[in-house]
Antibody, heavy 120, light 107 residues
Framework: QITLKESGPTLVKPTQTLTLTCTFS??????????VAWIRQPPGKTLEWLSI???????RYSPSLETRVTITKDTSKKQVVLTMTNMDPVDTGTYFC????????????WGQGTLVTASS | EIQMTQSPSSMSASAGDRVTISCRAS??????LNWYQKTPGKAPKLLIY???ILQGGVPSRFSGSGSGTDFTLIITGLQPEDFATYYC?????????FGGGTKVEIK
């Protein structure tokens, strides 16, 4: 059974760096084709795809956030970490991590999400 | 970067109704199109992938069609638990963008 869970601060101040951790189980992220993505949803708005990291350490980013976002993995800890620099109130929202494979190219399993508020 | 446009953005329907939601891509994405259902406070749930393939465990009243740039999600016989927001997502090329969502509300 695949599970994912996001963790991190609920409140960050503008200009600070946000670090979110996705802790997963039920897969290794070392198997060919596996990946973990980050998606967010500001209050009342649509889903926004942020970044993905694959089993082979290939990373992709949303062009609008590429200069501020970094995704890494630690497969020994079964964790994927997203860092976002220079936080702004518009970055407030619920952040989700999700499991994907290159075979299906879908977000098959999601974490419950974590609400992050950027405010002074 | 591929833009995804959904219509309508919201709609009212009654239980038992047939609901049709459209999704258009700004360029051809073949059948690399997924549909998700989201309710408040919960994570999105994958309903359909590759435009028309029902994810395991999803009721057969959900169906999807389309290819290229135009796609449709149909719910036949709306159930109370189907009142939610539906999102399309393209998985053709990064960034794997979502549509703006369609909120299905109770009439």
């Amino acid at each position: 059974q695949i599970t994912l869970k996001e963790s991190g601060p609920t409140l960050v101040k503008p200009t600070q760096t946000l670090t979110l951790t996705c802790t997963f189980s039920g897969f290794s992220l070392t198997t060919f084709g596996e990946g973990v993505a980050w998606i967010r949803q500001p209050p009342g708005k649509t889903l926004e795809w942020l970044s993905i990291i694959y089993w082979n350490d290939e990373q992709r980013y949303s062009p609008s956030l590429e200069t501020r976002v970094t995704i890494t993995k630690d497969t020994s800890k079964k964790q994927v970490v997203l860092t976002m620099t220079n936080m702004d109130p518009v970055d407030t929202g619920t952040y989700f991590c999700a499991y994907t494979t290159v075979r299906t190219m879908t977000l098959e399993n999601w974490g419950q999400g974590t609400l992050v508020t950027a405010s002074s | 970067e591929i833009q995804m446009t959904q219509s309508p953005s919201s709609m009212s329907a009654s239980a038992g109704d047939r609901v049709t939601i459209s999704c258009r891509a700004s360029q051809s994405i073949a059948t690399y199109l997924n549909w998700y259902q989201k309710t408040p406070g919960k994570a999105p749930k994958l309903l359909i992938y590759s435009a028309s393939i029902l994810q395991g465990g999803v009721p057969s009243r959900f169906s999807g069609s389309g290819s290229g740039t135009d796609f449709t999600l149909i719910i036949t016989g709306l159930q109370p638990e189907d009142f939610a927001t539906y999102y399309c997502q393209q998985s053709f090329s990064s960034p794997f963008s979502f549509g703006g969502g369609t909120k299905v509300e109770i009439k």
